[in-house]
């Protein structure tokens, strides 16, 4: 079936063949005549699933014949990558449209984003947080908007999103065509969503989570302590041209990236302590071919769209099951393959078979006959600097423990505990 199906605007039609799409995914064929209709929308549908054009396609197409200056659509998303991500995918559906659009998120300056607002783009995609900051300006109003979109609601609710979402819908028109996708409905999606729509479409909400059926699987045993070499040695092979790596923390995210920069890969990071313009150096990197690796948290890789990326790699395996299916979703997008290795030490095997057990099959176990599994570690990728000492400067009168300043508090001043491998990271 193809996409001139769904009478869609011919300058739309026209961005879809130069990006060389020709029919559409299974959630775009289910979503777009929804949309098209004005109903709301309840869909699940996971990474790699061509869910982004499928409710930016019929958005766009009924902007067509709208006046321009008001913006009419608002899309909400848990991460800056994300929304730069779906705003270069708009740019790219739109490219022969007037249609204009904008990414407001935190860590960048707050004035192009102001000028968005003011001058009244066709559509707007955002972080929650941002998004408040800039609703308490009267130029940041949304009178005229339609169109309310909340991608990957899931991952907002993971990340403390929640009450943030329900204040921004107080800045919204209660008259609106709302459209909410996630990838998992645990009960309080389920109740934000019967808060928000009005008898909505619904789509593949019986469908178990599942992984792209074009992505290979593969499960290395190794010890905790030779992870990293072997990472090496799987770099060295001939069939790893580039790889996401995901890391349990932003700790071991920066040491398994100077490890392998020092061993001559070309490498980069991104986690939520890098700078919004060291994150997007790095993912541009990536993508040009700069870096064969990137290294990445599971918050921070929100919005990582590769073409053709050929392999992923747990390098360390998340909490989640259902992380571990987004992760592997960023190989083998739109139909293609790829290839998702994780590498597994014998005290992860409970999260090993709470995936397998999540996903409904045993993922094969590779063992290498040319590595050494006996070999001698590289550093420590949990060790941390000594921290500075917490007690009282040289010359302060008084004990140790005791302020100096009437009515505080008597107990000593604490730092910030590491955290451990149990808490969430970005």
């Given at each position: 079936?193809?996409?001139?199906?769904?009478?869609?605007?011919?300058?739309?039609?026209?961005?879809?063949?130069?990006?060389?799409?020709?029919?559409?995914?299974?959630?775009?064929?289910?979503?777009?005549?929804?949309?098209?209709?004005?109903?709301?929308?309840?869909?699940?549908?996971?990474?790699?699933?061509?869910?982004?054009?499928?409710?930016?396609?019929?958005?766009?197409?009924?902007?067509?014949?709208?006046?321009?200056?008001?913006?009419?659509?608002?899309?909400?998303?848990?991460?800056?990558?994300?929304?730069?991500?779906?705003?270069?995918?708009?740019?790219?559906?739109?490219?022969?449209?007037?249609?204009?659009?904008?990414?407001?998120?935190?860590?960048?300056?707050?004035?192009?984003?102001?000028?968005?607002?003011?001058?009244?783009?066709?559509?707007?995609?955002?972080?929650?947080?941002?998004?408040?900051?800039?609703?308490?300006?009267?130029?940041?109003?949304?009178?005229?908007?339609?169109?309310?979109?909340?991608?990957?609601?899931?991952?907002?609710?993971?990340?403390?999103?929640?009450?943030?979402?329900?204040?921004?819908?107080?800045?919204?028109?209660?008259?609106?065509?709302?459209?909410?996708?996630s990838a998992t409905m645990p009960p309080p999606i389920v109740q934000l969503s019967k808060e928000m729509l009005h008898t909505p479409a619904m789509i593949n909400l019986e469908r178990r989570s599942a992984p792209a059926v074009g992505i290979t699987h593969a499960i290395y045993p190794v010890p905790q302590h030779l992870k990293p070499t072997l990472m090496l040695h799987l770099l060295r092979g001939p069939e790893m041209n580039d790889a996401l790596v995901f890391t349990r923390t932003k700790h071991r995210a920066n040491r398994l990236a100077k490890f392998l920069g020092e061993n001559g890969v070309k490498v980069e990071r991104i986690h939520g302590n890098r700078s919004q313009s060291q994150r997007t150096e790095a993912l541009a990197g990536f993508k040009s071919g700069k870096y064969k690796v990137l290294v990445a948290t599971d918050i921070a890789a929100r919005g990582i769209d590769v073409t053709a990326l050929g392999h992923v790699v747990n390098f360390d395996l998340p909490l989640v099951p259902e992380d571990y299916i987004h992760r592997v979703g960023r190989t083998a997008r739109a139909e293609l393959t790829g290839a998702a290795y994780s590498l597994v030490a014998p005290e992860e095997e409970g999260s090993l078979r709470d995936i397998e057990k999540a996903i409904g099959n045993r993922l094969p176990r590779v063992t290498l006959p040319d590595f050494d599994y006996a070999g001698r570690p590289p550093a420590n990728l949990d060790h941390r600097p000594p921290r500075p000492p917490q007690g009282r400067p040289r010359g302060q009168s008084g004990h140790p423990g005791q302020s100096r300043h009437p009515g505080s508090s008597s107990r000593p001043p604490r730092g910030r505990p590491w955290s451990g491998p149990g808490r969430r990271h970005s």
């Amino acid at each position: 079936m193809p996409f001139t199906v769904f009478g869609l605007h011919p300058s739309l039609l026209k961005g879809l063949k130069d990006l060389g799409f020709t029919r559409p995914t299974a959630i775009q064929s289910d979503a777009i005549p929804k949309v098209l209709e004005g109903q709301d929308l309840l869909a699940c549908a996971m990474t790699g699933s061509g869910k982004t054009a499928a409710f930016l396609l019929p958005i766009l197409h009924r902007l067509m014949d709208k006046s321009r200056g008001t913006t009419r659509a608002l899309v909400l998303t848990p991460t800056r990558e994300l929304a730069a991500q779906i705003v270069e995918d708009l740019n790219d559906l739109a490219v022969h449209t007037p249609l204009t659009a904008a990414a407001v998120f935190g860590g960048v300056g707050m004035g192009p984003q102001e000028h968005a607002f003011r001058s009244g783009v066709d559509v707007i995609v955002g972080t929650p947080g941002r998004l408040l900051d800039h609703f308490r300006a009267p130029y940041a109003k949304l009178a005229g908007l339609q169109y309310l979109v909340l991608d990957e609601a899931d991952r907002m609710l993971d990340m403390g999103f929640l009450p943030d979402i329900r204040r921004v819908l107080r800045h919204l028109p209660a008259k609106r065509q709302t459209l909410f996708f996630s990838a998992t409905m645990p009960p309080p999606i389920v109740q934000l969503s019967k808060e928000m729509l009005h008898t909505p479409a619904m789509i593949n909400l019986e469908r178990r989570s599942a992984p792209a059926v074009g992505i290979t699987h593969a499960i290395y045993p190794v010890p905790q302590h030779l992870k990293p070499t072997l990472m090496l040695h799987l770099l060295r092979g001939p069939e790893m041209n580039d790889a996401l790596v995901f890391t349990r923390t932003k700790h071991r995210a920066n040491r398994l990236a100077k490890f392998l920069g020092e061993n001559g890969v070309k490498v980069e990071r991104i986690h939520g302590n890098r700078s919004q313009s060291q994150r997007t150096e790095a993912l541009a990197g990536f993508k040009s071919g700069k870096y064969k690796v990137l290294v990445a948290t599971d918050i921070a890789a929100r919005g990582i769209d590769v073409t053709a990326l050929g392999h992923v790699v747990n390098f360390d395996l998340p909490l989640v099951p259902e992380d571990y299916i987004h992760r592997v979703g960023r190989t083998a997008r739109a139909e293609l393959t790829g290839a998702a290795y994780s590498l597994v030490a014998p005290e992860e095997e409970g999260s090993l078979r709470d995936i397998e057990k999540a996903i409904g099959n045993r993922l094969p176990r590779v063992t290498l006959p040319d590595f050494d599994y006996a070999g001698r570690p590289p550093a420590n990728l949990d060790h941390r600097p000594p921290r500075p000492p917490q007690g009282r400067p040289r010359g302060q009168s008084g004990h140790p423990g005791q302020s100096r300043h009437p009515g505080s508090s008597s107990r000593p001043p604490r730092g910030r505990p590491w955290s451990g491998p149990g808490r969430r990271h970005s």
